[in-house]
């Protein structure tokens, strides 16, 4: 469920009309609904009732310092993958301690960075890894808290780029290979202290189904380490999916409601009540690491349709929008639904929808049925709260978008458009 829906005919995001946000900012615009993010975070905090749980945001999928505020103060912990990501949670007032650094390439400055910050733990990737934080935190006399991400070997079923949990995958250690390396770590790393076990086996995992396996296979190794090395915390991860195809109805309750079980995706509640059971009597800490599942559906990217170009063989709908604001359909295939800001009559048409980049991977949709829309008209590109503004560049010399986030009637930019100048502070 989101807060994007048609009132009078206008797409509004909570009680702010998208086409007077266009108008007054500009396109393209990246809009978020605050009590989306608030719905979504506080479903899945609930769902984990009767677990000693926490709740640790991936920073990576929307980054904006007003989003991760607000979930700072819902109390969320976040999951980090950079120096600069911890940097902005600090910046937004979230708490050190309650942050996990994953990643499978820190570098010495980034380590240092964050055992001076005084981080929960580090989500470490390999052997070397963990050798190398141990001198880091050694040459700093401190301790470094420590969980070795497992690679379970279970498939994802999800596009393969987001697939991490397979052994061919660069992340994480071979289930096989995990004790031996925590004996190993105990006897010969003093200044690393093992906390905890991390997996995450890949991202929009749209079935319970592998996290299930997951958690079952994973469940006897995390029991051991907690009797062998006292370990307090067990990650099982992000990844929960969202819906994209019907974006827009999947807004409202009903939608949901209508679906039998066996056609509904993955709920946040489902999720839990899978779970809930298999976790609550392991005398763990779990922790979760959800990016998408908080964010995606509570983001829309607008965007302005600039021509209508007929070629013989194809129509194409060229939009303001390129594939440096949203590189998620070049990138993985993503599909984003394609909605006008102004409420459709029945009309479709098959159009491609393609940016203004010199790119042929520069479409938002190919061969698609669409509601009609003209030159002039506002467009909403559903379901882009996370990992859309966040992976946008300046690819042709473009500038960011702005970034408003809306809270009831309130819409406050939180980010601004970059200006020209922008464009080049720092070069020669
Ligand atoms: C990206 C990532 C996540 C978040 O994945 P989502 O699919 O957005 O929930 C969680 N944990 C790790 C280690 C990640 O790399």
Not at 292 to 303: E, F, H, K, M, S
Not at 369 to 381: C, H, K, Y
Request: with cysteine; proline share 4%.
């Amino acid at each position: 469920m989101h807060g994007f829906a048609y009132k009078n005919g206008s797409l509004h995001c909570e009680d702010v009309d998208l086409q007077s946000l266009a108008d007054e900012h500009g396109t393209p615009l990246y809009v978020y609904s605050a009590g989306t993010l608030r719905d979504h975070y506080t479903r899945l905090d609930q769902a984990m009732a009767g677990v000693d749980h926490e709740v640790a945001y991936a920073v990576k999928a929307n980054s904006n310092l007003s989003v991760l505020r607000l979930l700072a103060g819902l109390g969320a912990g976040f999951d980090i993958v950079s120096g600069g990501e911890l940097f902005r949670v600090i910046k937004a007032g979230g708490d050190p301690a309650k942050c996990t650094f994953a990643g499978v390439g820190k570098t010495r400055g980034e380590i240092e960075y964050a055992l001076r910050q005084g981080i929960y733990s580090f989500n470490v990737e390999s052997e070397e890894e963990l050798r190398f934080l141990n001198q880091v935190a050694g040459d700093l006399g401190l301790t470094a808290p420590a969980a070795v991400r497992v690679n379970p070997n279970v498939d994802a079923k999800t596009h393969k780029y987001i697939s991490t949990g397979k052994s061919e995958n660069k992340f994480g250690v071979d289930f096989e290979l995990i004790e031996g390396l925590y004996a190993r770590a105990a006897a010969e790393l003093p200044h690393v202290k093992l906390r905890g076990l991390q997996m995450h086996i890949g991202s929009q995992l749209t079935s319970i189904q592998p996290f299930i396996e997951a958690v079952e296979k994973v469940t006897p190794l995390v029991l051991s380490l907690k009797e062998k090395h006292g370990i307090e915390f067990w990650s099982i991860g992000g990844g929960i999916g969202i819906v994209y195809h019907d974006s827009l109805a999947a807004g409202s309750v009903d939608w949901w409601d209508e679906k039998s079980e066996q056609e509904r995706p993955l709920t946040l509640s489902q999720y839990g009540q899978a779970l809930v059971p298999r976790l609550k009597d392991l005398g763990l800490k779990i922790l979760l690491e959800p990016g998408r599942a908080i964010a995606g559906n509570a983001g829309v990217l607008l965007t302005r349709c600039l021509f209508e170009k007929k070629g013989t063989a194809k129509t194409f709908k060229i939009v303001d929008a390129g594939m440096n604001d949203l590189i998620r359909p070049a990138l993985y295939e993503g599909h984003h639904e394609i909605v006008p800001v102004t409420e459709p009559g029945d009309t479709r048409v098959s159009v491609d929808v393609v940016g203004p980049i010199c790119e042929s991977g520069d479409f938002f949709c190919q061969n698609r049925e669409l509601p009609d829309f003209q030159p002039g008209e506002g467009v909403a590109l559903m379901s882009c709260g996370a990992y859309g503004f966040v992976m946008a560049s300046n690819y042709n010399t473009r500038p960011l978008p702005a970034e408003i986030l809306v809270d009831g009637a309130t819409a406050t930019v939180v980010r601004q458009r970059q200006t020209l100048d922008d464009l080049v502070a720092g070069e020669l």
